[in-house]
């Protein structure tokens, strides 16, 4: 999977739990850009994206994500092992 195919699938699951069906991601953005990121959300699309992608996020794997593209990133070298 690409990056390119990585977004779009984000995008989907970021719709999905934050209740925003025209939401348009950016590698750039953060959860500040994002109305109704919180802790609680943030949890909730981590679960999210490991049962879409079939990784496991380790705790230092989500302290180091700060935007999008931390978790694109993420997601290609945990689906690459």
Do not use: H
């Amino acid at each position: 999977m690409n990056q390119e195919e990585i977004l779009t699938k984000i995008t989907e699951i970021m719709r999905e739990t934050f209740n925003s069906p025209t939401l348009e991601l950016t590698p750039e953005m953060t959860a500040k850009d994002i109305k109704g990121w919180d802790s609680m959300k943030n949890i909730w699309l981590i679960v999210a994206i490991e049962e879409a992608f079939e990784i496991k996020l380790s705790t230092s794997d989500v302290i180091s994500i700060e935007c999008v593209a931390d978790y694109i990133k993420l997601i290609s070298e945990k689906s690459a092992l």
